[in-house]
């Protein structure tokens, strides 16, 4: 996906308020925030792309359903502003129950001011691999426990975790799983391919 950057002056960066009224008076456009407060601005996935994320989030969706238990799941429309200032959204996240209700309905109703435990981000297209990689270093880097990147284009994943090397798993004939983060879940990447 093509990213357009709106760069501001440091004195003249967003409040957290004001980037949540800008997203919500543009819906057609994805708009995420560095940790520099430069606005990243990019257009819609494309019809591909759009599928690939559907299935994704349905078999997740499957799983924390039958797992309510353990913490709440979130699509690619849902922001978070993570300890570095930066707002990122990515295509799946994933945060503890005990962490999600730890939140005011008030922060859980705009971007919540939280790092989910767990980030997918997927691949299209026209999304740079080196921006996404460097994207899920920052997602590590402010406390996700668990992130995978997967690239339907060249048939790899990424397995990020914090203090370990990144795992690049070469070919869609594996699965990817949750380990004790998220027990049970399983994806299938020929699912993705």
């Known amino acids: 996906m093509d990213v357009f950057t709106l760069r501001f002056p440091a004195e003249d960066s967003l409040t957290d308020d004001e980037l949540f009224?800008?997203?919500?008076?543009?819906?057609?456009?994805r708009i995420e925030r560095d940790e520099?407060?430069?606005?990243?601005?990019?257009?819609?996935?494309g019809s591909f792309s759009s599928?690939?994320?559907?299935?994704?989030n349905g078999i997740f969706a499957k799983w924390v359903e039958l797992n309510p238990h353990l913490g709440?799941?979130?699509?690619?429309s849902g922001g978070f502003i993570l300890p570095d200032r930066s707002m990122r959204s990515p295509d799946a996240a994933?945060?503890?129950?005990?962490?999600?209700?730890?939140?005011?309905?008030?922060?859980?109703?705009?971007?919540?001011?939280i790092c989910p435990d767990f980030v997918i981000e997927l691949r299209s297209k026209?999304?740079?691999l080196p921006q996404l990689k460097h994207k899920m270093e920052?997602?590590?880097?402010?406390?996700?426990?668990?992130?995978?990147?997967?690239?339907?284009?060249?048939?790899k994943a990424y397995v990020y975790q914090p203090n370990k090397e990144v795992i690049e798993v070469l070919d869609f004939q594996h699965k990817l799983t949750g380990n004790t983060l998220l027990p049970g879940f399983e994806l299938d990447l020929q699912r993705l391919s």
């Open 21 to 29: 009224r800008i997203c919500t008076a543009n819906k057609e456009l």
């Open 36 to 45: 520099f407060g430069q606005l990243l601005i990019m257009s819609p996935a």
């Open 51 to 56: 599928n690939r994320n559907f299935v994704l």
């Open 72 to 76: 709440y799941g979130f699509d690619s």
């Open 94 to 113: 994933w945060i503890k129950k005990e962490r999600w209700e730890s939140l005011t309905q008030d922060d859980q109703e705009k971007f919540a001011p």
């Open 126 to 128: 026209s999304d740079s």
């Open 138 to 155: 920052k997602w590590i880097a402010n406390g996700v426990e668990l992130g995978w990147l997967i690239d339907p284009i060249e048939q």
